[in-house]
């Protein structure tokens, strides 16, 4: 008798999962999570079954998440999965999100998809989507911020900022300009959660500046400040640990060295790089440029510590950890010295780093 009402118990457990997962993004928004939780049991189905029609007449494209949603572990399967909904944005298409499957999800996937679903929402193109079964990234998601970021009526030229308190400290920035006001702040907050003290922390410095500044000159070819940039930074107070997660929508770094004009100090770099190397591809190319030889080889000058290669120096002298460098089909993982490409293509440069108690600062 006893295991029955305890099988039975499971089921209700499993039915209300699932009962979650089907509240939609926009119904999330309007906080019709708690109204549906108020409905007696024998309407639900019924309220339901209203949802599916009313989403099925929506005529949205259902594209499914990775049950790994997460960039730095799955990068493969997840850029796959954001070019799929960027198709349809290109296309004018409608696009359901259904992470219902999602068992693991990270804040560089959440920025990831928030920025292209933001492009949705300013084409006027319809979105929605569902949450995870699992009960802990659902509640990532939902901490995260990014249902209030994706339904924001702010202005294609407007700041974003969303905070978000509790265990964790979750912000999301959004803009096209440089702000060094705002990496002087990140910075600071950094530097208080992890040493409970005000430390200049000059590798974050770098690499948020040299970020800012990489997605306004260049991540649209011939059009400064075009896009946006969009930045995570999570507060991990118990670990001692800032994780940040920086994504622009460009064209990424290898089609804009395609696109380099007659001008440029790029201009015609492919012939003196390809003596170089063996077997040529965009994974040994991003490692060259990690490391400052693309810009000696290509221009004949000593490289000065500006750009990616500055940020790559930085991760070498200890000033950040873990970082990770995802752009076109490349993928660069710092930390274990791979560099290698995807079958996929991620339009755009994504870029993570941690900043702990191990790493160099200055008082």
């Known amino acids: 008798?006893?295991?029955?009402?305890?099988?039975?118990?499971?089921?209700?457990?499993?039915?209300?999962?699932?009962l979650y997962s089907d509240i939609h993004?926009?119904?999330?928004?309007?906080?019709?999570?708690?109204?549906?939780?108020?409905?007696?049991?024998?309407?639900?189905?019924?309220?339901?079954e209203r949802r599916r029609k009313k989403l099925k007449k929506e005529q949205l494209n259902k594209i499914f998440a990775p049950v790994n949603f997460s960039f730095n572990k799955n990068t493969n399967e997840v850029v796959e999965f954001i070019r799929k909904i960027e198709i349809l944005y290109q296309n004018g298409k409608g696009v359901y999100v259904d992470l219902r499957l999602v068992e693991h999800i990270d804040y560089g996937s959440i920025v990831s998809l928030l920025s292209i679903l933001i492009q949705f929402r300013r084409k006027r193109i319809n979105i929605n989507g569902n949450f995870p079964e699992d009960k802990g990234c659902e509640k990532i998601l939902r901490e995260s911020g990014f249902i209030y970021n994706l339904f924001s009526n702010k202005r294609d030229d407007e700041r974003y900022c969303i905070e978000n308190g509790g265990h964790n400290s979750i912000t999301t920035y959004g803009w096209k300009k440089v702000d060094t006001a705002l990496s002087a702040k990140i910075i600071n907050e950094s530097s208080m959660t992890i040493w409970d003290d005000e430390r200049r922390c000059q590798g974050v410095q770098r690499c948020i500046g040299e970020l800012m500044l990489n997605t306004n000159n260049h991540a649209r070819p011939g059009q400064k400040g075009a896009l946006n940039w969009w930045l995570y930074v999570n507060?991990?107070?118990?670990?001692?640990?800032?994780?940040f997660a920086f994504v622009d929508f460009g064209i990424g770094i290898f089609e804009s060295l395609k696109n380099k004009p007659s001008d440029s100090k790029f201009f015609?770099?492919?012939?003196?790089?390809?003596n170089k190397i063996l077997n040529m591809d965009n994974g040994k190319i991003l490692k060259m440029i990690m490391s400052g030889e693309f810009h000696s080889t290509v221009t004949g000058k000593y490289y000065r510590g500006k750009g990616l290669p500055g940020i790559a120096e930085a991760f070498r002298r200890n000033q950040l950890s873990n970082l990770l460098i995802v752009s076109n089909n490349a993928v660069g993982d710092l930390a274990?010295?791979?560099?290698?490409?995807?079958?996929?293509?991620?339009?755009?440069?994504?870029?993570?780093?941690?900043?702990?108690?191990?790493?160099?600062?200055?008082i």
């Open 1 to 18: 008798m006893k295991k029955l009402k305890s099988d039975k118990r499971r089921q209700s457990i499993i039915s209300r999962q699932r």
């Open 25 to 48: 993004f926009k119904e999330w928004k309007k906080k019709s999570r708690r109204l549906l939780i108020s409905v007696p049991k024998k309407s639900r189905n019924v309220e339901l």
């Open 235 to 243: 507060h991990d107070a118990e670990r001692k640990i800032v994780s």
């Open 268 to 274: 015609g770099w492919l012939e003196k790089v390809k």
């Open 336 to 362: 274990k010295d791979e560099y290698m490409v995807i079958d996929s293509s991620f339009n755009g440069t994504y870029i993570y780093w941690e900043l702990n108690e191990e790493n160099e600062y200055c």
